[in-house]
């Protein structure tokens, strides 16, 4: 997702990429994952240019397989992300000292020479998207922490009010 800045108009440009499932691999190595993406991962991308300040806006689009993080059951979920960005030449200066950000300094990004290169920036975008745990629907009801049933199918015949008998010394004790 390279682009030579002047490539990009004034009024601006647009650029659809696909994405194979694997996209994201060498930079989710060594990571345990719960997921695994089922479709292209979909790119679409509009730059517009002011001077030499480009305004990147992005949506990315995948189908993912989840492991449901509370009964472990296989589902897919769509997945989309909206990012807007501004890129600037990268300042020429070090800095030195106690620096005050603003808000669209936070938002800026900054590059080098005569091209920008956007991948790392919607990898980023991607994988800020996944949520920490998935679930299958909001609802789920989970495993039963004692026999292991899948809540959401059936119902188990473990005591409702079952302590874990690690902790029954907690019912003892005397708190103030």
Known sequence: MQFRLEDIPQEGREATFSQGENWLDERLQGEERTFRFISPITVHLSLSKLGNTILVKSRAEA???????????????????????????????????????????????????????LTSLVQDQVLLALPQKA????????LCPRCGKNLNREVCECAVGFVDPRLEILRKGKFK
């Open 63 to 117: 189908k993912v397989e989840w492991s449901c993080a509370r009964c472990l059951e296989i589902f897919s979920l769509g997945l989309t992300s909206e990012y807007s960005t501004i890129l600037k030449p990268k300042p020429g200066f070090s800095l030195q000292g106690e620096v005050v950000f603003t808000r669209e300094d936070v938002e800026t990004e900054f590059y080098e020479g005569e091209e920008i290169d």
């Open 135 to 142: 679930l299958c629907r909001e609802e789920c009801r989970g």
